[in-house]
């Protein structure tokens, strides 16, 4: 069973910074892929950031030159630091993971539960 655990959301004041944290669990494959997705009150769920089992990073413009994701593979766990937070930041962050499945040999992807980041004025 695949676990997903956010933590480190919460209430800060526009300009702040806050760092979330995401540990994966029973996943026995490379994860290829950890990373964000957020979804704001009445609109759909968008991607923050993502980094591949290599390094890659892929970015929406919106958080560019203000969040920072990073991954420690070996721990499974991805982060997730946001600086100059903006009102509009405010939303349910999601971690997600893509693995490749060697024994169905399909990629899977999964969603955690989401922490809610609420930036104030």
């Known amino acids: 069973q695949v676990h997903l655990v956010e933590s480190g959301g919460g209430l800060v004041q526009a300009g702040g910074s806050l760092r979330l944290s995401c540990a994966a669990s029973?996943?026995?494959?490379?994860?290829?892929?950890m990373g964000w997705y957020r979804q704001a009150p009445g609109k759909q769920r968008d991607l923050v950031a993502t980094?591949?089992?290599?390094?890659?990073?892929t970015q929406a413009d919106s958080v560019k030159g203000r969040f920072t994701v990073s991954r420690e593979n070996a721990k499974k766990m991805v982060y997730l630091q946001m600086n100059s937070l903006k009102l509009e930041d405010t939303a349910v962050y999601y971690c997600?993971?893509?693995?490749?499945?060697?024994?169905?040999?399909?990629?899977?992807?999964?969603w955690g539960q989401g922490t809610l980041v609420t930036v104030s004025s």
């Open positions: 029973g996943i026995i494959f490379t994860i290829n892929v």
């Open positions: 997600y993971v893509k693995y490749f499945n060697s024994v169905t040999r399909a990629y899977v992807e999964r």
């Open positions: 980094r591949t089992s290599d390094g890659s990073t």
